[in-house]
């Protein structure tokens, strides 16, 4: 059966013979023309997933997950103001419709039928997918999230109370905004929803502003599972610096004063509140769901019984708002207008090529403001004795702490953030003298949660900062990597460009390490992140390149909104030495400020033209040392190293290799999902030199002595060119 036309049927009779559940009188300060205001954005909501189900069976809608029973969130967003960033539910359409009342000139069911029906001229997504968002109203994207835009809103919550220690000006959101983040009872036990409750309690408690609304729409299941009988109330009522708030959702009078009570507290105390909001979902889960395959009839029509539109007709009434058939009025005249419009929507264009769905996947170039150009004076107040230092070679790890040092003289809105990186300047000392020098508000020590760490970035990067964020150990970003995939790059994407994540992710990791942790510090492993779209990768092999593409890092983060990830061998942080010890040929004199590296040019080593080494990170180190032992031998070979490890630098790797008999590639990751797989085809499909790979085994790194074992050597180069060099005979 439809349950969709039970539910409208049910609703017609009921108000026409005025036949209304039980429930309070009303009661609160919500008006009489708001109060009609929010049940007309309610009419909307339900009239959109009607038409949204009608659509679908068409062939003219393509995603039906709706909002019915949850329609009482026009009355939250009644209660709030649109300076107040919005992370929302998929389930929250009401509330967009009643923001959008907040602000002249919205066409909102226009808007929205555009997106429902994937038209290109959706003005959120472009086509992309039915969203809830508009950055007129001050909603980013969100789609079928469980739970994982919670981080990135207690990370926006964050950076409203760091704009105004730091005094910082031309911020997107207001100073007296607070940060709304909604989503289902189901969604709640989530490790990332627990581990951004977790942080912004964990905020709260040391009196750092959090003014974040957490707000739970609890219609009792999820999908088809269960939540325990008052499980959200017992878990959240009673949590420290979490102020807990109730409210009815079939009630929109005690919703509004509950709401509006829960918005005041957050706002004046700036501290998180947690708003539990008791709801009921209507036709099931979404699309094809059948609620009767898995719930008793009885349950599903009790629910239906309980319609909250049914709730609100009754309780205007009473207050004398609106008569049942003036109510009744509205319901048909918004069901008239949808589908009026809905008749227009479905004619207008659809994305139709890769190129076109691919058109956000990068965010457009901003223009920015100038940065600060540092004078003498405030360089000899920031290095202090590392000037004199900067005139002599160093290794990897100081030079990548001095360009974080000039990079965050010279853009004023560079936070970094990271596990352990303020007194103690990190495990392996890249980050040390940075607090002392700009202080714990842009050297953030984060609790020990890789989601939350990407979260702050992301949130930070919502209200104009320019976030570093450091993982410990690459191992670590698997904990979180859906921050970057499912959040950070798919926010251009899901909003045409209009929202983006810039941001420099700087990772610890590779393998080399004599001994030390085993796979969980040595993890040569990085295709999870070559698999995003938009992300840029980075990998320096020596301490002259760290800086210069760190500094080009920040430029792509700065002005082309980009994601980026660098990189950091940390076997080659403190290495001195290139072929035997003493000689500090692992060393790097500082470059200047003002130079820094090309995005997508390779760094070449030598002009030999019997074979070209191609390679990054500590196999740039392993392949320089059998350089000189194949020069030795009559065998004259160039080592590149690739640096930009996705997307490959295609065009600079063909320039490279042009007039070199054979190649070898040396990847250091695994031979299955490593970043050979991709070097090779793209050779053999623009090459037709022979080429030869040379890969780390598809095992984990153990401690010890056999730390290296199942990554390439010296050696084991030496012997694959000499091979290449016979063979091409």
């Known amino acids: ?31 009489n023309s708001l109060a009609i205001s929010i049940y007309r954005s309610a009419c909307l909501s339900r009239a959109l997933d009607l038409k949204s189900r009608a659509l679908q069976a068409q062939g003219q809608g393509f995603y039906t997950i709706g909002s019915s029973g949850h329609e009482a969130m026009a009355a939250v967003a009644a209660a709030l103001k649109p300076i107040d960033m919005a992370f929302l539910h998929y389930r929250d359409a009401a509330f967009q419709i009643e923001r959008s009342k907040q602000i002249p000139g919205q066409s909102i069911i226009w808007d929205m039928l555009l997106s429902f ?19 007129t109203l001050n909603i980013p994207p969100q789609t079928s999230t469980i739970a994982s835009h919670l981080p990135k809103a207690v990370g926006t919550a964050y950076s409203l109370g760091l704009a105004k220690h730091l005094k910082s000006v031309d911020k997107p959101l207001s100073k007296d905004s607070i940060v709304v983040c909604s989503f289902g009872d189901a969604s709640a036990n989530h490790s990332t929803a627990q581990g951004a409750f977790n942080t912004a309690q964990w905020t ?22 269960k939540t325990p009988k008052n499980w959200i109330a017992e878990v959240f009522s009673n949590r420290p610096t979490l102020q807990y708030f109730y409210c009815n959702g079939l009630d929109i009078y005690e919703t509004y004063q509950i709401a509006q009570r829960a918005a005041d507290y ?52 009473q207050s004398n708002a609106l008569s049942p058939s003036d109510a009744l009025t509205i319901y048909q005249d918004t069901i008239a207008n949808v589908d009026r419009v809905a008749k227009e929507a479905v004619k207008r264009p659809r994305l139709q090529l890769a190129s076109d769905v691919m058109a956000s996947i990068i965010p457009p170039k901003r223009a920015v403001k100038n940065s600060n150009v540092p004078d003498m004076h405030t360089r000899k107040q920031i290095f202090g004795n590392d000037l004199q230092s900067m005139q002599e070679p160093q290794i990897m790890s100081r030079i990548i702490n001095w360009a974080l040092s000039d990079l965050m003289m010279q853009h004023d809105d560079i936070i970094l953030m990271g596990e352990d990186i303020g007194k103690k300047g990190g495990v392996y000392g890249v980050t040390q003298k940075l607090c002392d020098r700009f202080g714990s508000a842009r050297v953030i020590d984060t609790l020990l949660d890789e989601q939350s760490i990407l979260g702050l970035g992301i949130g930070l990067a919502h209200n104009g900062f320019l976030p570093i964020a450091e ?15 499912g959040e950070a790059a798919t926010l251009p994407f899901f909003s045409d460009g209009q929202y983006t994540n810039p941001m420099v992710v700087r990772i610890a990791g590779l393998g080399y390490q004599k001994g030390f942790g085993g796979h969980f510090h040595n993890d040569n492993s990085f295709a999870v992140l070559r698999d995003i779209p938009g992300l840029i990768l980075a990998c320096p092999s020596n301490g002259e390149d760290a800086a210069l593409m760190l500094r080009e890092c920040t430029r792509l983060a700065v002005d082309e909104q980009r994601l980026v990830v660098f990189l950091e061998p940390i076997a080659l942080y403190a290495v001195r030495d290139l072929h035997e010890k003493g000689d500090g040929g692992w060393l790097s004199y500082y470059p200047s400020s003002k130079k820094r590296a090309k995005f997508g040019k390779v760094r070449q080593y030598g002009d030999g033209t019997d074979v070209a080494i191609l390679t990054f990170g500590n196999g740039v180190f392993l392949s320089l040392q059998a350089q000189k032992i194949l020069q030795s031998a009559g065998i004259i070979v160039r080592t590149i190293d690739l640096r930009w490890i996705s997307p490959l630098p295609t065009d600079s790797i063909i320039d490279s290799i042009a007039d070199c008999q054979s190649i070898l590639v040396v990847d250091e990751t695994r031979r299955s999902g490593g970043l050979a797989e991709s070097l090779m085809a793209f050779l053999y499909e623009n090459s037709d030199k022979k080429c030869s790979r040379l890969c780390a085994e598809d095992s984990f790194i153990p401690t010890g002595p056999a730390y290296a074992a199942t990554m390439p050597s010296t050696n084991d180069i030496v012997t694959a060119v000499r091979d290449l060099v016979k063979g091409a005979k």
Do not use: W
């Open 204 to 225: 709260a408690y040391q009196c750092i502003a959090m003014p974040i609304l957490f707000i739970c729409e609890d219609n009792g299941i999820g999908i088809s599972t």
């Open 471 to 485: 993982i410990q150990f690459l191992a670590y970003l698997h904990n979180a990597e859906d921050q970057l995939r």
């Open 266 to 317: 957050v706002r004046k105390y700036r501290k998180p509140a947690f708003l539990h909001i008791n709801t009921i979902r209507l036709y099931g889960h979404a699309g094809a769901d059948i609620p009767t395959s898995y719930m008793p009839r009885r349950e599903i029509e009790a629910e239906e019984a309980n319609d909250p539109l049914l709730h609100s007709v009754r309780l205007l009434s």
């Open 1 to 31: 059966m439809d349950r969709a036309k039970i539910v409208h049927e049910n609703f017609l009779r009921c108000v026409s013979d005025e036949i209304f559940p039980n429930g309070n009188e009303p009661s609160g300060p919500l008006s």
């Open 117 to 135: 029906t994937c038209s290109s001229e959706d003005p959120i997504s472009g086509g992309r997918h039915k969203v809830l968002g508009s950055k």
